[in-house]
């Protein structure tokens, strides 16, 4: 997502670990429910992984705060509960941005009998906190869709490499521009360590250059609302848009914003935005913005919740406490703007392989 305010949440279950040399993630059909074995779909786990039963899980997925992005869990969620037979999966956000407010819904889910988290954290700092206890009470967790500033004390974290998609969002804005030019990058919160990160990647795209492309400005903190992002938007090309030849927006807002302003105002600018909102894949499809770099909340959700169940019931363990996965980006323009979403299920698949594995030791 063009996201990542911020991230913070309350700890989940300590997994046991396996010793180390055990063999890829292989589970035995002994856990089935009763009454035999379960449907091929609810056994289905991708790779040698195989959740026997799931049926005492119940996965709460819990965003940082209202964001677009998020919308795609609430299916993906609602899609692993039927295939994978869960007691329950549920989508829960705050109406603020404020961790504490998380961490009471935490709590208070927790009470409801929700024994598995993925956690979009509001604190990128604090969240660790959050994870700790909830892993103290004996409750899996997943750092979904972002991950905590330094050491992960979640089971695991599953989002995008944000600064590789910014890096490609950068190098597929100055290819458009032909290799030279200036551009500026729109981003969201300055002391969101994600936000540091998508700097870091367009800043290696442009020093890729040799100098042919400059960065003129990076505007930070307008990721809040629409309407802010309109404003700075709409400031920055008053104020130099005849020296702008491409817009770089690795937050969703300003992406949107950069899409609307460009067209209406007859700018030039090549504008390479993040995530595919109706309106910014229409404006690929005209013409107006040059390509999006797309992110796969959807996988972060199914295979989130898919882990979780493994980790929750104990048919699996963490090889490596606290392990990063990335859940992949991809850059859409005029050429694949139809048919990109096969290359993100394929990504999910591939995913799930990858988790049963090289990162879950089952036994």
């Known amino acids: 997502m063009g996201l990542r305010t911020g991230s913070v949440l309350p700890g989940v279950v300590a997994v046991a670990v396996l010793t180390a040399g055990s063999a890829a993630c292989t589970l035995k059909n002994s856990g089935e429910p009763t009454g035999g074995q ?6 289905a786990g991708g790779g040698s992984a195989v959740l026997a039963d799931g049926s ?27 295939t994978y037979r869960l007691e329950g999966v549920t989508f829960d956000e705050t109406a603020e941005w404020d961790q504490q407010k998380q961490n009471n819904l935490l709590s208070t889910l927790a009470a409801r009998g929700y024994n598995a988290f993925g956690v979009f954290g509001v604190s ?11 892993k103290s009470q004996g409750l899996a967790v997943a ?20 600064e590789l998609a910014a890096y490609k969002a950068a190098k597929a804005a100055i290819d458009a521009m032909g290799g030279k030019g200036t551009i500026v990058h729109l981003t969201g919160n300055n002391v969101d360590a994600n936000t540091q990160l998508r700097i870091k990647g367009v800043a290696r795209a442009v020093k890729e250059s040799g100098g042919k492309a400059k960065l003129l400005q990076t505007v930070t903190d307008i990721d809040k609302d629409l309407q802010t992002a309109q404003k700075a938007v ?35 600018a090549k504008v390479v935005a993040i995530d595919d909102d109706a309106k910014i894949l229409s404006s690929i499809k005209q013409g107006t913005v040059t390509a999006t770099v797309v992110q796969n909340p959807v996988g ?21 406490p606290g392990q990063s996965v990335d859940s992949g980006s991809f850059v859409v323009t005029k050429e694949n703007v139809t048919t990109y979403d096969r290359a993100r299920k394929a990504k999910t698949d591939r995913l799930k392989k990858q988790f049963a594995d090289d990162v879950l030791a089952c036994g």
């Not at 990128?124 to 909830?134: S, V």
């Not at 750092?143 to 490499?161: I, K, V, Y």
């Not at 989130?304 to 048919?315: C, D, E, I």
Request: proline share 6%; with cysteine; hydrophobic share 40%.
């Open 124 to 134: 990128p700092t604090d969240i660790n906190t959050t994870f700790a206890d909830l």
């Open 38 to 43: 379960g449907p091929a779909s609810a056994r």
């Open 56 to 82: 005492a899980t119940k996965v709460a997925l819990v965003p940082g705060g209202a964001h677009p992005y998020f919308q795609p869990w609430k299916s993906a969620g609602a899609e692993a509960k039927k």
């Open 234 to 268: 709409s400031d920055l090309l008053t104020a130099k848009g005849k020296q702008i030849q491409g817009i770089v927006s690795t937050a969703y807002n300003p992406a949107v914003a950069a899409a609307d302003a460009v067209r209406s105002s007859g700018s030039r």
């Open 143 to 162: 750092s979904l869709g972002s991950c905590p500033a330094g050491r992960n004390e979640a089971d695991f974290c599953l989002s995008t490499d944000v």
């Open 300 to 320: 972060q959700a199914k295979v989130g919740a898919w882990a979780l169940a493994l980790l929750q019931s104990k048919q699996c363990a963490m090889r490596t």
